[in-house]
């Protein structure tokens, strides 16, 4: 039985791989040999054709490659990966969709491939979206790589994943139509600039970043470098200081894997640690009024509502700091997100914050000559983030990841790492954030 939520979690076959061992070189030019032969006696193809087999043969290292990545981690579910069969979705593509259709139909014949069509993503009959295409290899394909010399937890032994870094890593987007709580993915629809010296300037410094960690071999997760993407840039009070998070480009990179998948990375071999800032908006917006969050109690704990409320809490703060007041209630895209929110009231909460941090009741209010909105506070959290970071990189020769507002670095390389990132919070917010490391 196929299980659904394994095939939400899917990751993009990007299809831009080639074998590089001998014994994966071999195993692909087989693959491809067998494909085009069950599709010829399958009626699926007339006859060979020499101006097409080299191309089947890329398609064959590139989809295999994708097939099996996800193995490369002890802890796999599902293994799925997902590809559009829309012919748009091949246009300017290494691997073409006549190659691609030839490929899976045959695999799937040869009983190596599983597949499941793009489908309905909810019942909700308003609901037109679909998945893509879903892909996966079976348990006979991974005994063939197997006995091929190529095991599936080895892949990046025998293949390498070929990315392109981005050329203009800055993007600027326009506000939001509405208000949003999702804070995984930029907002907003993208927008024209111009390239002052200013962004070319900052672009240098991205792509020496993304230079940088390229030199470096990331297991578990996926990074083709990232870009740097600014909100609200029709706000007339826009001045490249709103917005600015470091996003990790296409789809199925380390950013959107769950904090267990990322702990079990490795840079160049070694574990990493991971280190979150604790209450990162929080510590800066009563910075901003020139008070420190006490550092030896849990920011989400508050005065008259038990542990049993803390997910709650923490939430509360999401809702607030992405809307233009303290929230009175739940939104609704909150809710339809954790329907358990229902359970706790957004009164008692706010009076129990408003107890610990009175400075609260004012947010969304003019302070200093200005109004602060969540692009403001992730702007400052990004300067800090993306700051660390390059200072790692040319004084310490150490590669770093970003999640917004924790960094991710090998763990011999946590020490210094969070010094750094502390000295650089302190230096931008005259405050001390609260630090929290994970290891795996």
């Avoid at 702990?263 to 160049?268: E, F, L, P, Y």
């Amino acid at each position: 039985m196929i299980n659904r939520e394994e095939l939400q979690a899917a990751t993009y076959a990007t299809l831009r791989a080639h074998p590089t061992s001998e014994q994966a070189q071999a195993l692909v030019a087989k693959l491809a040999s067998m494909v085009e032969e069950y599709t010829i006696h399958a009626g699926l193809r007339e006859r060979k054709r020499r101006d097409t087999a080299g191309k089947l043969q890329y398609a064959t290292g590139a989809f295999l490659a994708d097939l099996l990545r996800p193995f490369e981690v002890e802890e796999h579910e599902g293994c799925w990966v997902y590809k559009s069969l829309n012919k748009a979705s091949f246009t300017r593509a290494p691997v073409g969709r006549h190659a691609f259709n030839q490929l899976y139909n045959g695999l799937e014949g040869l009983g190596f491939l599983q597949h499941v069509p793009g489908h309905k993503v909810s019942e909700e009959r308003e609901d037109t979206g679909k998945y893509a295409a879903r892909f996966r290899a079976t348990p006979e394909l991974l005994r063939f790589c197997t006995e091929h010399g190529v095991p599936p937890a080895a892949v990046l032994d025998h293949f390498e994943f070929e990315y392109e870094l981005p050329k203009h890593p800055v993007q600027l987007r326009k506000r939001k139509l509405k208000t949003s709580y999702r804070t995984t993915e930029p907002v907003g629809k993208p927008m024209e600039f111009e390239r002052t010296p200013m962004v070319e300037g900052m672009e240098r410094a991205i792509s020496e970043l993304n230079e940088f960690f390229a030199k470096h071999t990331l297991r578990g997760g996926v990074h083709q470098g990232y870009v740097r993407i600014f909100q609200n840039g029709d706000d007339p009070d826009f001045h490249w200081n709103k917005g600015g998070r470091l996003y990790s480009q296409h789809a199925g990179n380390y950013q959107t894997q769950s904090a267990t998948r990322r702990q079990k990375m490795t840079i160049n071999g070694e574990p990493v640690a991971e280190i979150d800032i604790s209450g990162s908006y929080l510590t800066i917006f009563l910075s901003l009024y020139g008070l420190q969050l006490d550092l030896t109690e849990d920011p989400y704990l508050l005065p008259g509502l038990g542990v049993e409320h803390r997910g709650a809490v923490k939430q509360w703060f999401v809702g607030t700091f992405g809307s233009a007041k303290p929230i009175r209630r739940w939104p609704e895209d909150m809710l339809a997100d954790d329907p358990s929110l229902r359970e706790h009231r957004v009164a008692d909460i706010s009076k129990a914050v408003f107890t610990k941090y009175p400075v609260l009741r004012s947010w969304g209010e003019p302070f200093n000559g200005r109004t602060y909105s969540w692009a403001d506070l992730m702007w400052l959290e990004s300067e800090v983030m993306f700051s660390t970071m390059l200072n790692l990189m040319r004084e310490h020769q150490t590669p770093s990841l970003v999640v917004h507002d924790s960094l991710i670095v090998p763990v011999s390389k946590a020490e210094i790492a969070t010094e750094r990132l502390r000295r650089r919070f302190q230096d931008q917010q005259k405050a001390t954030p609260r630090l929290k490391t994970k290891l795996a």
